[in-house]
């Protein structure tokens, strides 16, 4: 079966930094086949994307409110993708997803095939 874990996550002070990380196996295709987003969700809000990443790493985007602070990349021949996120504020609290889309670019979250449990991410004032 497909299984994809994140990691990284924890508690952080306002300004601080985390590196996020996605690992996924059981995929029927090599992990370079898979555009990989990362998403994260609030309690009582819906999920949204921040962050894609195509499968060369050559195409990125991110949601308005995070460019300049998070940065997504991969390691194709770890089977991993990564999220740092630097200068981390207290609206960044959230579950936080990894998940991967087969011939897709972009941000919706119906959109995207595999997904992770979450790993949470708590920034303090």
Do not use: H
């Not at 002070?13 to 609030?42: K, M, P």
């Not at 579950?95 to 995207?112: F, I, S, T, V, W």
Request: net charge neutral; aromatic share 12%.
């Amino acid at each position: 079966q497909v299984q994809v874990v994140e990691s990284g996550g924890g508690l952080v002070e306002a300004g601080g930094s985390l590196r996020l990380s996605c690992t996924a196996s059981g995929l029927t295709l090599t992990f370079d086949a898979y555009t990989v987003g990362w998403f994260r969700q609030a309690p009582g809000k819906e999920r949204e994307g921040i962050s894609y990443i195509n499968w060369s790493g050559s195409r990125t985007a991110y949601l308005d409110s995070v460019k300049g602070r998070f940065t997504i990349s991969r390691d194709n021949d770890k089977n991993t993708a990564y999220l740092q996120m630097n200068m981390l504020k207290p609206e960044d609290t959230a579950q936080y997803y990894c998940a991967a889309a087969r011939l897709y670019l972009g941000l919706r979250p119906g959109d995207y095939n595999y997904w992770g449990q979450g790993t949470q991410v708590t920034v303090s004032s």
